[in-house]
Nanobody
Framework: QVQLVESGGGLVQAGGSLRLSCAAS????????MGWFRQAPGNEREFVAA????????YYTDSVKGRFTISRDNAKNTVYLQMNSLKPEDTAVYYC?????????????????WGQGTQVTVSS
């Protein structure tokens, strides 16, 4: 089992920045990749970014490219999402996810484990 705890959400004005953190615990050695998803009210959960747990590969949805950066600190078992130039349409609950299936590619949307989510609100 892998447990995930997100933090760093909050209220920010458009154009501002936030950094989300996701701390993993439990069977962290089994993690092959981690990702961030978001869900706005009335919408389905959507993919935001993913990172391989080893190596340097990253993958982003088009709407956040150039504004968001996913990174990790393996020593701390933590993945980050740096969000810059935030827009009101970025408002959502952001979820961290971890996958232990080594056969799934980086751009797959299926994950084994999910955090509880952290709210990000961007005011105009």
């Amino acid at each position: 089992q892998v447990q995930l705890v997100e933090s760093g959400g909050g209220l920010v004005q458009a154009g501002g920045s936030l950094r989300l953190s996701c701390a993993a615990s439990g069977r962290t050695l089994s993690i092959s990749r981690m990702g961030w998803f978001r869900q706005a009210p009335g919408n389905e959960r959507e993919f935001v970014a993913a990172i391989s747990w080893k190596g340097t590969s990253t993958y982003y949805t088009d709407s956040v490219k150039g504004r968001f950066t996913i990174s990790r600190d393996n020593a701390k078992n933590t993945v980050y999402l740096q969000m810059n130039s935030l827009k009101p349409e970025d408002t959502a609950v952001y979820y961290c996810a971890a996958d232990t299936n080594v056969f799934r590619p980086l751009n797959a949307y299926e994950y084994n484990y999910w955090g509880q989510g952290t709210q990000v609100t961007v005011s105009s």
